[in-house]
């Protein structure tokens, strides 16, 4: 067979050519593949921290943000409410939290907190139970609640789950453990992040 006559500078350019416009159909035809596995925005947007500005959060008082779907109560605790929670300690089933992994390890204190910031109580608002929402009940020496033991905390009233002001459970309700603790740091004196804590262990 002759090659006389034959162009190789365009017969190069034409290989050239489909070997480009190959490579980029199978870019297209995998493409939807790829995205397929890939978390959607609302999945993304689901998990993602959530900020919290707690400027106007006074002493005694709660707040609520959503993360994950799932409520979460920051409450600032009074001077009163952290002198209280050591005295609960032989009411309760796990003061210690010893015996679950409902928080990060630097939540494993009888605060359930960050050491440096005692006052802020982060948890998330779901019983242990069967997953109702407690009420928060800060009314010292509540009758309904066991008069004088009762120093403040959260109420189920789905079927009577008691916690106290650092989400620890109280011994002889049907919920078996703490509240959860979620993992958060503070960006701020006035933020929270709620999601996330930068890895601390």
Not at 115 to 123: G, N, P
Not at 134 to 149: H, N, Q, S, V
């Amino acid at each position: 067979m002759s090659t006389e006559g034959v162009d190789k500078g365009r017969r190069r350019f034409l290989t050239a050519a489909t070997s480009v416009v190959g490579a980029v159909g199978a870019g297209y035809a995998i493409t939807p593949f790829v995205m397929s596995m890939m978390p959607s925005a609302r999945a993304q947007a689901a998990g993602a921290p959530v900020e919290a500005d707690v400027s106007k959060l006074e002493p005694g008082q709660m707040m609520t943000v959503e993360w994950r779907g799932k409520p979460v109560w920051i409450v600032r605790r009074t001077e009163q409410n952290l002198q209280d929670l050591p005295s609960l300690d032989e009411l309760l089933l796990d003061p210690t939290s010893d015996g679950s992994n409902q928080q990060p390890e630097y939540a494993k204190n009888p605060f359930r907190t960050r050491e440096d910031r005692k006052d802020y109580a982060v948890l998330v608002g779901i019983c242990t139970h069967l997953g109702c929402s407690p009420t928060y009940r800060p009314d010292i020496g509540a009758a309904d609640l066991g008069g004088a033991e009762w120093k403040g905390g959260f109420f189920c009233p789905c079927h009577g789950s008691k916690f106290d002001l650092a989400g620890r459970v109280f011994s002889g309700v049907p919920a078996p453990k703490n509240l959860e603790v979620p993992p958060y740091m503070f960006l701020s004196e006035t933020r929270i992040l709620v999601g996330d804590d930068g890895g601390a262990a």
